[in-house]
Nanobody, 126 residues
Framework: QVQLVESGGGLVQAGDSLRLSCTAS????????IAWFRQAPGKEREFLAA????????KYADSVKGRFAISRDNAKNTVYLQMTGLKTEDTAVYYC???????????????????WGQGTQVTVSS
């Protein structure tokens, strides 16, 4: 059973950068597909980025492509989301997720992931 804990959220200004971390505990983390989602108040959960186990070509939502980057350090059981050029509309609770055997066509689907962190708040002020 994988447990995920996000950190790194906070209050920043528009244009700033922020790096979120997601540390996993449990076996075989390196075998999981990992992803980042976010949910803003009153909105549905939104896919941001995903990276399969040996995938050198991560997938991104159009809304964050070119601004956000997902990476993983399997030796540290940690996933990162580097965010640059933050906008006020990026304000949300950010979640990391992990799933085993997630097929490419389901990478953007929250239901494909079995394990979720508790979330970390990111607030971007103008």
């Amino acid at each position: 059973q994988v447990q995920l804990v996000e950190s790194g959220g906070g209050l920043v200004q528009a244009g700033d950068s922020l790096r979120l971390s997601c540390t996993a505990s449990g076996p075989s983390f390196s075998s999981y597909t990992i992803a980042w989602f976010r949910q803003a108040p009153g909105k549905e959960r939104e896919f941001l980025a995903a990276r399969k186990r040996f995938d050198s070509n991560p997938k991104y939502a159009d809304s964050v492509k070119g601004r956000f980057a997902i990476s993983r350090d399997n030796a540290k059981n940690t996933v990162y989301l580097q965010m640059t050029g933050l906008k006020t509309e990026d304000t949300a609770v950010y979640y990391c997720a992990a799933g085993m055997g997630v097929i490419t066509s389901s990478l953007r689907t929250g239901a494909a992931y079995d394990h979720w962190g508790q979330g970390t708040q990111v607030t971007v002020s103008s």
